[in-house]
């Protein structure tokens, strides 16, 4: 197994990475710096677009162009032209909850979860973009991130990143309906929190585990398989990419950023090699019917 830098741009925080199966690029959103960048590692080259806010996560669309989670809702970008404008808007968003992590179901449903930026109360949610409206599939949560799949679409898993636990539920990738959710697996024993996450072909859940200097594989009972110790203290997000879809890129946080002493190395993105495991191609975002009228 081998861990590399790669060549691309330095986030403040860093977030959120997507691959692109049909361009071979990596996409990812600096959050704080308020940018989209797409990296291609053929030919060494990084496009960077910027947002009018903060931006929590990006995800591409059938139709062309992406979605992104802007602080008070989501927005189509136009990556020709670079402009933005919203899809839905999430009602009565208080000034302190920001739309943060979200990833797309295989039915095409932006699933985004919120957090509290004061990380001080359990008042974000978990929501799911279906025809142009937000509704909240989980609430009751402070740090939301890491939404994913189980490779039959039967579980959802995120994160409250706060709690430092990642929670599990069953989920109906038909009408996009959630259950109840239970805690899946806890993270203080790995040294740090839960963030971004993906899942890869066998089901194991792998998850950056930020203050923890960590990548963990969990296996779809809860128990560690794997961990794998990182160049800095705060990864933020895992996705497989590659032509094969088995190399692991990794973002990370500048300490700075968050008041915290420098590292070298933190904001960059990172790719492991030779882990044995391959990812599953990530969606793109449709305009799905509703299972119910959006709250």
């Known amino acids: 197994m081998r861990i590399a ?22 996409y990812f959103v600096d959050i704080f710096g308020r940018k989209v960048h797409r990296h291609r590692p053929d030919d060494g080259t ?23 989670a802007l602080a008070e809702g989501v927005h189509m970008l136009d990556l020709t032209t670079g402009s933005s404008e919203p899809i839905a808007l999430v009602p009565d968003l208080p000034a302190r909850i920001a739309l943060n992590d979200g990833k797309v179901d295989r039915r095409g449903r932006f699933v985004v979860g919120t957090t509290d930026t004061e990380i001080a109360a359990p008042i974000a949610a978990l929501y799911s973009l279906e025809a142009g409206g937000l509704r909240i599939l989980q609430a009751g949560l402070t740090v939301c991130n890491g939404p994913c799949w189980s490779p039959d679409d039967r579980v959802l898993y995120f994160a409250d990143s706060f709690e430092r636990r990642i929670h599990a539920c069953d989920y109906d990738i038909e009408t996009g309906d959630a259950g109840d959710r239970r805690v899946f697996a806890e993270t203080s024993g790995l040294g740090g929190i839960p ?43 895992v996705t497989f990419g590659g032509p094969g879809l088995d190399l692991l890129y990794v973002t990370s946080i500048d300490p700075r950023a968050i008041g915290r002493p420098a590292e070298p190395g933190g904001g960059d993105t990172y790719v492991l090699e030779g882990l044995g495991a391959r990812g599953i191609e990530q969606p793109r975002y449709a305009a799905v019917s509703a299972a119910r009228p959006a709250p």
């Open 195 to 237: 963030d971004g996450a993906t899942v890869d072909t066998e089901g194991l859940l792998w998850v950056a585990i930020c203050e923890g200097g960590k990548v963990a594989a969990f296996s779809p009972d809860g128990t560690v398989e794997q961990s794998i110790d990182l160049p800095v203290t705060y990864p933020s997000s």
């Open 46 to 68: 990084t496009q960077t677009w910027d947002m009018p806010s903060k931006v929590g996560s990006v995800a591409l669309h059938r139709d062309g162009g992406a979605v992104v």
């Open 5 to 26: 830098r790669v060549e691309t741009t330095t986030c403040l925080l860093g977030e959120g990475p997507v691959w692109d199966v049909e361009d071979q690029a990596l």
